[in-house]
């Protein structure tokens, strides 16, 4: 049997055990907690027999890896990794799926932002390159607050390849976001009728060429003053909130 994963936080282990509770082996619960917030948690366990075992705050940092636990740690069958056969089956399945692609987004804590505004937005599945790429870690998790259970999180060996191929066989527009000569306001580009991967790149570096050779097209989020770039996941939101209004009309 495979390692379990360990997820951390009230939001993250109540989605859970909303939407997989049969993936839940054991619930770690601070010692001498007894609020609400934990009474709900267990409340959600105990129609499903998940044994539930008090630890003390330095075990519970042990499980999550890092301090910020919110006192509730539940080990967890791990999840089948996701590949390109799985993102061809969600466009057979929504031909007008909306996509999120992130090109060398390195930080978990932006992963994990751009997964929460994903679920929120509708979007079908999130798409990273296997290499030189947060993965879903517990903290990634935690800062998507249930998002992760949401959406479809797909890692491929080879992103612009893969963007390549959903064009090719699904007819999937690409849409970059970058500011070049050919790039649109975000709000002129059409994300309607068809099935759209929207494609951030990392703030530090942006697109990389490859990924941009792949782009159908490249938007940008006008903004006042002097300002020339946005944390990762600020403009995932906003370039998904575009997508998610205009396919809402």
Not at 70 to 92: F, I, S, T, Y
Not at 135 to 143: C, D, E, F, G, H
Not at 156 to 177: C, P, Q, S, Y
């Amino acid at each position: 049997m495979a390692k379990p994963e360990y997820y951390y936080g009230v939001h993250s282990v109540e989605s859970l055990l909303e939407l997989e509770p049969e993936r839940v082996l054991t619930l770690f619960t601070l010692k001498g907690r007894d609020d609400q917030r934990l009474k709900n948690v267990l409340a959600l366990a105990e129609p499903f027999g998940i044994s539930v075992q008090q630890a003390s705050r330095d075990k519970l940092e042990k499980l999550a890896g890092q301090p910020f636990h919110q006192g509730v740690v539940a080990a967890v069958r791990p999840h089948p990794v996701l590949n390109e056969q799985d993102l061809d089956a969600v466009l057979k399945q929504n031909p007008q799926a909306l996509l999120l692609a992130l090109d060398q987004v390195t930080d978990p804590h932006n992963l994990g932002a751009c997964i929460r505004t994903a679920a929120a937005m509708g979007v079908e599945a999130v798409v990273v390159s296997r290499d030189r790429s947060a993965s879903l870690t517990p903290t990634a998790r935690k800062v998507a607050a249930g998002g992760a259970e949401k959406v479809k999180f797909i890692q491929v060996t080879n992103l612009a390849r893969t963007l390549g191929h959903i064009k090719d066989e699904f007819n999937v527009r690409v849409v970059g976001t970058m500011l070049d000569e050919k790039a649109l306001a975000v709000d002129k580009f059409d994300f309607t009728g068809t099935a759209v991967c929207v494609v951030m790149g990392a703030e530090d570096t942006g697109l990389r060429p490859i990924t941009q050779s792949q782009c159908d097209q490249t938007v940008y989020i006008p903004m006042a003053g002097n300002l020339q770039s946005l944390n990762v996941s600020v403009a995932t939101g906003m370039a998904l909130y575009e997508a998610c209004r205009q396919r809402n009309l």
